[in-house]
């Protein structure tokens, strides 16, 4: 009997279209992805949209209310954990929040970073599989007004940031016009809520992993406030961060021995480009294409192996595995020379990218 499990983490969710019976047209390369993910005993993915036929839109810029069967469809598809705590799940609201909760659990996926009261949307997961007991949290630190939890409002597990813009006169008056320089910090109150909350699990599981949603959007660079909470993190207990947000597959860190992928890039990336506005064709533009499914062995001491496997999201806004030796080559070594600057070492094979712990 094996002593380990396979997890696989496949990346940001922005689903508009469903993936199976009536509407659906699917190709072989996302039959074969599909096949692909569904090999993990645990398939993790981060949701985008709602599944809902109620609610109001908010502020939100960029939302999309999806009907509720798309949902259900990601549980066919191999997904059977999803993290909601994202800068979208509450985008039309609690009622659609809550019926995207229901909508994913009716197709078989654990939602976790979300619920009706805080107790429920810090709950973690928990689930023994070839004997290593795992336990999975999530946390967003992009935090629209009214989308944080609260006792008398369901919405997600929030990790506020706060902003201070750094004066330098004399720098002003010697280059004026230059850009300005943010510091970033995760907020001390909300950071004690997450680290208390590993801790907590730590003691119940032999393995932690811990989803946030964090940094920018669009690019690679890291938010200054990102590596000073994945140090707390790990500190913590964390054996794994599965960092999402960024729409391009960015860094993988080493803290500590422990594993931090700041972020996977998209696996469904189903923008609505025809009735988009200017601005948000401008943000379109920036949503790489690329993106990598990440497969991790996992025993009772922690991370063992990471794979990366590099992916394609179609015209269609859906994944296929890379065939194009050229492209996976690029994906790769993109990955590779932005986890470079934290000296993290990768063994390439095939059209992967190995990670040996």
Partial sequence: MSDTFLFTAAGDVVIRHPLFGEGAVNSSGLTELMDFMRRGDLVWGACEVQFSTRGFRTDSEIAYLVPPRVG????????????????????????????????????GVTTIGGGRTPQEAWAPMIREINGVRVGILAASCLVPPYYAVREDRPGIAAVRVRQEIALDPLGMMMEPGAPLKVNSFAAPEDVSVLTDAVRKLKAQVDVVIVSVHWGYGRGTPLAAYQRPLAQQIVEAGADMILGNHAHSPTAIELID????????????????????????????????????????????????RITLVPTECQADGLPVISTDTGVAQVI?????????????????EENRAHIDL
């Avoid at 986890?339 to 390439?348: D, V």
């Fill in 72 to 107: 259900q469809d990601l549980g066919k598809a191999g997904f059977n954990v999803m993290t909601v705590a994202t800068n979208h799940t509450w985008d039309f609201g609690p009622d659609a929040f809550l019926d995207t909760l229901d909508n994913l659990s009716a197709g």
């Fill in 332 to 348: 790769l070594d993109r990955i590779v020379e932005l986890s470079s600057r934290y000296g993290t070492e990768f063994r390439i």
């Fill in 257 to 304: 021995g422990k594993p931090v992928i700041y972020s996977l890039g998209n696996n469904i990336a189903q923008q609505d480009r025809i009735n988009a506005t200017p601005r948000q064709l401008e943000i379109f533009e920036d949503i790489d294409p690329w993106s990598v499914i990440a497969e991790f062995e996992i025993g009772r001491q922690g991370i063992r």
